[in-house]
């Protein structure tokens, strides 16, 4: 029992060195440390090229509070890929404080950029087990840039490009009056939302195109940022066959490979589906036939006689009450004869989007049924302009 003791009293004399060295205002070397590193490269980087950094520091002290403070990063736009991470390593059999900060940077300028010294802000603890500031810094580090290659319209240096075309529904088998929808997504790692090319023009000599806003979304990965980009339209065959979309594409930068690459997306014929006639032959959805007419057998004189008397009645029973400032044309109570609701309903069926506004507009000037007529073009009008609105849709809105 007493050799038991002796052992834990010299055990306890022994470490109380280690525990003084740990709990006083002296910060030896070695005990606190902060480096930046920058990812090997096969190359000099150009401008606007991801570069990675690692911001890492070791410590062998009790840290009560910490604050990172970074340089001014001039000369370089940058982003922080995800939040700070602590952990517990094992460095010369000695269990260490480990953080780590993952940084993407993107220099604007070539030459000799130099990154300053990041400062990690410290509060440890004495004898006393009193609080005090410590600063721990790294070491300024310079990175060289070459110019970016001026042979293309727009700089796009990528690490990983993925490009989809995707589409609605099958684009040569259209119903009539259906549209498609075609989303192209590009997915660009290294690269940030501001870099990603413009939204193409789409065209088609005898197509509708309607182009949706772009929309653009960026995920961090320890890799670096991650850039989404949807570019969207709405197709439809301007005529009653079909059209063709015209191929596009844009150049990008392979950094990893070190090579000029291009994107090409293929034209795409856009049609309406087609039916299979008796004989076989393909024929357009559009073309229906026409069953022959039954004979005519026209009704007697009673007949013909009640049914006048009938719908003058109805008549005059639904204009009872009317004030009356003119005498109207037979033609605005027979939606038959009337010009504008004709030129509406051939304007929806030729799918003229125009020219359906345009017999609105003049239906909801005056005569019966104005205001129903003004309130269906603001809502024709919030279809079009919000990107609401389906091809398809124009038809059944015109009934």
């Not at 090319?197 to 197509?207: F, I, N, R, Y």
């Amino acid at each position: 029992m007493f050799a038991v003791g002796v052992l834990a009293l010299a055990m306890f004399v022994l470490l109380i060195p280690a525990i003084a060295s740990g709990q006083t205002r002296e910060v030896r070397p070695g005990e606190l440390k902060l480096e930046v590193s920058v990812e090997e490269r096969q190359a000099t980087p150009f401008t606007r090229e991801m570069v990675l950094l690692t911001i890492r520091g070791t410590y062998r002290r009790y840290i009560t509070r910490e604050k990172l403070v970074q340089p001014e990063l001039e000369g370089f736009n940058w982003s922080q890929l995800g939040p700070d991470t602590w952990r517990e390593e094992r460095v010369d059999g000695r269990k260490v404080k480990v953080f780590i900060r993952r940084m993407a940077v993107y220099p604007e300028r070539p030459g000799d950029l130099t990154i300053g010294a990041f400062r990690h802000r410290l509060t440890l603890t004495d004898e006393g087990d009193d609080w005090f500031e410590h600063d721990v810094a790294s070491e300024p580090i310079t990175i060289e840039v070459d110019p970016a290659p001026a042979d293309g319209e727009w700089w796009f240096p990528v690490r990983q490009l993925e490009v989809s075309d995707q589409w609605s529904n099958a684009p040569d088998q259209l119903t009539p009056g259906e549209g498609v929808l075609r989303v192209i997504r590009v997915e660009a790692l290294g690269a940030t939302p501001e870099m990603i090319p413009p939204m193409p023009e789409l065209s088609s000599p005898s197509g509708m195109i309607f182009a949706h806003p772009e929309k653009r979304l960026i995920q961090l990965t320890p890799e670096g940022p991650k850039t989404i980009a949807f570019w969207r339209w709405t197709i439809r065959p301007g005529n009653d066959v079909s059209a063709v979309v015209e191929p596009l594409g844009f150049d990008y930068y392979d950094t990893t490979t070190r090579e000029k690459r291009t994107v090409e997306i293929n034209a795409q014929r856009v049609a309406y589906g087609e039916r299979v006639t008796e004989s076989g032959a393909g024929a357009p959805a559009t073309a229906q036939a026409v069953p022959e007419p039954a004979e005519a057998v026209l009704p007697g004189g009673p007949a013909l006689a009640a049914a006048l008397a009938v719908f003058a009645a109805a008549l005059a029973l639904g204009l009872r009450g009317r004030a009356w400032t003119g005498v109207p044309r037979l033609s605005d109570w027979v939606p038959g004869w009337h010009p504008q609701r004709r030129a509406l309903r051939c304007a929806a069926r030729a799918g003229r989007v125009g020219e359906v506004r345009k017999a609105l507009v003049a239906l909801s000037g005056a005569g019966p049924g104005a205001e129903t007529y003004r309130t269906r073009l603001a809502e024709l009008d919030r279809a079009i302009y919000s990107g609401a609105a389906r091809p398809g849709d124009l038809m059944r809105f015109a009934r």
